[in-house]
């Protein structure tokens, strides 16, 4: 008994292993290497936008090699730039992006589905960056859900349980980006997760349901109002076996 005791691990030594077990699990990134399928890429050198991008109420310009977001001063939504894909689950969004002014309040990535009709506008899934904070939302059980959205319009707006639900489906994480800078950003999305970096950096991961949505086919930069610019952006795809 005294040998078998000598070489048991006790409760303090297990402990600390599963711990870091587990942190290391839960701190794990999605493989670069995953998204092998090219999609769509453009780094904006040819002057004008390319046949297949599609805008809604833009004023952008692709201009010296950059496309630069414009909101027109009377437009009620922010410039949408945008490009349809074939259906996709799991996407990588990486662009490079540069805040030319206090006046950049920030941008979108959204990943969309324009076939969807269960949520306001095909909504999907939303990455907000400002110069701020990172915001990752799941926009198809979330705030864009039909009832959700419908109801927010209303007098009477959300009820308390509704309120309650939208807490669980987004998460922000502040941030501190230089105005005049290049930065990066990619975005990947994996099953209900998606996970946010700049420059190289981890930014934040958020799990719900809504992201998992299997026939992603669009997916675009918003400019909320001005002064944002962009340049290399890429989309690429999960291989499917």
């Known amino acids: 008994m005294a040998g078998s005791q000598r070489y048991a691990p006790s409760m303090k ?3 600390p292993l599963l711990l870091l077990s587990l ?14 399928k090219a999609v769509f890429s453009d780094d904006f050198s ?5 046949k297949r991008w599609s805008h809604y109420k833009s004023s952008s310009v692709v201009k ?4 630069t977001g414009i909101t027109a001063e009377t437009s009620d939504h922010p410039a949408v730039d945008a490009i349809v894909i074939e259906p996709e689950r799991d996407l990588e969004v ?6 030319v002014s206090d006046k950049a309040k920030g941008f979108n990535v959204w990943l969309d589905d324009k076939t969807y009709k269960g949520s306001h506008a095909g909504h999907i899934c939303s990455i907000v960056v400002n110069p701020t904070a990172v915001i990752i939302a799941d926009a198809k059980t979330g705030r864009f859900m039909n009832e959700i959205y419908e109801k927010s319009k209303t007098p009477e707006g959300l009820s ?15 941030v501190k980006l230089t105005l005049q800078d290049w930065h990066t950003l990619v975005v990947r999305t994996k099953g209900d997760e998606v996970e946010v970096s700049i420059d190289s950096k981890p930014v934040g991961s958020f799990q719900s349901e809504g992201i998992s949505h299997d026939s992603k086919t669009l997916v675009s930069l918003t400019t909320n109002r001005v002064d944002v610019q962009y340049d290399d952006f890429s989309i690429k795809a999960a291989a499917k076996p």
Not at 46 to 50: A, D, P, Q
Not at 64 to 67: A, F, K, P
Not at 94 to 99: E, R
């Open 46 to 50: 040819s002057e004008g936008f390319g």
């Open 64 to 67: 010296d090699g950059v496309l």
């Open 23 to 36: 942190t290391a699990a839960a701190s794990a990134e999605i493989p670069a290497s995953y998204y092998n």
């Open 94 to 99: 990486s662009v490079k992006f540069k805040y």
């Open 13 to 15: 030594a297990i402990f």
């Open 160 to 174: 308390a349980e509704q309120k309650k639900l939208l807490l669980t489906k987004s998460k922000t994480v502040p």
